[in-house]
């Protein structure tokens, strides 16, 4: 039994009342109790039961069936003649939007091609779109984790693996801190209050979820994880925004967009999420708790545009928009603007990446060149990878060996600009860096292979799986590079052995057929 375990067991024999849900609820049951109803509270679950449905995938030309047995949902793939059939582990999401699903593969978490949206019904999972060949192959990674559950543990370096038992929802210490002090001594000093936080701080609460931007740069030396209420995010992590054509392109932009109203910018930075937004589930109706908040300086209205007292405020200052990356969702517009009011665009129309608020000055040239790395692929905008490799480069060599990650990314990019040489070199020094990450192994062998040096790139591969028995991409460079030597015997027992751990891939039983 760790030590959380045994003061909260001490404080459940000494209370009167029991808890209502979760340790807070002893002294906070109202509270508790709202927040475990609230959208947060239930980020993360087991499936509840919904009607059984069916996708068609126009792409592929796949089914997928959904249907509850037992009180367990399953999810079934038809395609090419072929089927694939899984328990659901998980569901994400409140349901609010919708839902999507999570099967558990000895522990590795994979995402169904089937979701849920609350105005559509049954559709196709964000990210499986415009795939030629579907199957249940979408590793749910830490970022993913991070918004959508507590404090998860992963047992592999490169966190792809779960700790058995260690996901739940979020919890009251996503936004309040770690609660153990506070619990042997309940006080206003040992818990974090975010109303009585600096701006930048209180704002990161916020953010750590709701501010995603274009890419997430995690510092050196730290982990996502690392980030506490209380502190600045940007302490941790920093998020970058890409500027197209004077326009900011980012993914989930709820803060972003708030932040750029003239409600907010005219407020002092008084005006913020929880102005409008109760994270414990507010027990009156949001409508009306928002036209409070709006009255409370728009005391008069204009007579023009308000010909009747309007009951509430967000229909026309705060509408539901399409967004571009999920399908069948439509999300509140945070701008605040005058119904009409087109969008603002940056006053410099070139391509950009920049920090949505800086990290600490020793990292800025380091984070800023990995985000234009990531982004300057992801975009296909050359000019910004070659000034992302310029920054990586003129940082001090002690700094360059010292950021095995940066370097891995940069030896991606020389594979993918024909400098084999120069990916192998960095791919060897992050492998040796990190020895038990598969993720390294994988790109070593990869630049090896490149390189010419096949029998160092099969081991390579032979490695990554050994330390990631879910890496499909390990497999399949094994096959290929088996294929390429005529060793069709090698290449059949490769395939073989990623179906043993997962009897029911589509891709690889697909590879079996003459």
Not at 252 to 271: D, H, I, K, T, Y
Not at 402 to 426: G, V
Not at 459 to 471: G, K, N, T, Y
């Amino acid at each position: 039994m760790t030590s959380r375990n045994i003061v909260l067991l001490a404080i459940s024999m000494t209370c009167t009342a029991a808890p209502t849900g979760t340790p807070c609820g002893t002294c906070h049951p109202s509270e508790d109790a709202r927040f475990l109803a609230s959208p947060m509270g239930r980020s993360l679950s087991t499936p509840d039961p919904l009607p059984a449905g069916q996708v068609r995938h126009k792409e592929s030309g796949s089914e997928i069936s959904i249907e509850m047995r037992n009180g367990e949902m399953v999810h079934r793939l038809s395609e090419r003649g072929l089927t694939a059939e899984y328990a659901i582990a998980y569901q994400v999401g409140s349901g609010i939007k919708g839902r999507t699903y999570v099967v558990d593969l000895g522990n590795y978490l994979l995402e169904s091609p089937a979701s849920w949206y609350r105005d559509h019904g049954w559709g196709i999972s964000p990210g499986y779109e415009g795939m030629q060949l579907i199957d249940f192959d979408r590793p749910v990674t830490e970022l993913c984790l991070f918004c959508h559950a507590g404090e998860a543990k992963f047992t592999d370096s490169d966190k792809r693996r779960i700790a058995p038992g260690s996901l739940n929802a979020i919890t009251c210490e996503r936004c309040h801190g770690n609660g153990r002090a506070h619990m042997r001594r309940p006080s206003p000093d040992n818990i974090v209050n975010p109303d009585k936080l600096t701006p930048e701080a209180r704002n990161s609460i916020c953010e750590q979820c709701h501010l995603e931007g274009e890419a997430r740069i995690v510092n050196p030396g730290k982990n996502m994880q690392d980030f506490h209420a209380g502190e600045k995010l940007e302490d941790t992590l920093a998020t970058y925004l890409f500027q197209q054509g004077g326009k900011i392109h980012p993914a989930v932009n709820q803060f972003e967009e708030l932040a750029a109203s003239r409600c907010v910018r005219g407020s002092g930075a008084r005006l913020w999420c929880g102005s409008c937004h109760d994270p414990h589930g507010a027990p009156v109706q949001r409508s009306q708790q928002i036209k409070a908040v709006c009255t409370s300086c728009h005391e008069k209205l204009s007579p023009i545009a308000h010909r009747s007292t309007p009951n509430e405020c967000v229909t026309c200052h705060m509408p539901a928009r399409s967004t571009s990356n999920i399908a069948h969702v439509a999300v509140t517009d945070h701008r605040i603007h005058r119904p009409g009011e087109p969008q603002p665009t940056g006053a410099n129309s070139a391509d950009s990446v920049f920090a949505w608020r800086q990290p600490p000055e020793q990292f800025r040239q380091r984070d800023l060149a990995v985000a234009e790395l990531q982004i300057g692929s992801q975009q296909h905008r050359t000019e910004i990878i070659k000034d992302g490799v310029r920054l990586l480069q003129s940082l001090p060599e002690k700094q360059q060996n010292n950021d095995p990650e940066a370097l891995s990314l940069l030896q991606s990019i020389y594979l993918t600009t024909s400098a084999p040489a120069k990916a192998f070199a960095l791919s060897e020094w992050a492998e040796a860096s990190e020895p038990n990450s598969a993720t390294f192994a994988l790109n070593l062998g990869i630049a090896l292979k490149r390189a010419g040096d096949k029998p160092r790139a099969e081991r390579q591969f032979q490695r990554a799986i050994e330390l990631d028995p879910s890496m499909m991409q390990a497999y399949a460079e094994l096959a290929v590079l088996y294929d390429e030597e005529d060793r069709p015997d090698d290449a059949r027992k490769t395939i073989d052995r990623f179906l043993e751990w997962n009897p029911q891939s589509i891709q690889f039983r697909l590879a079996h057929r003459p």
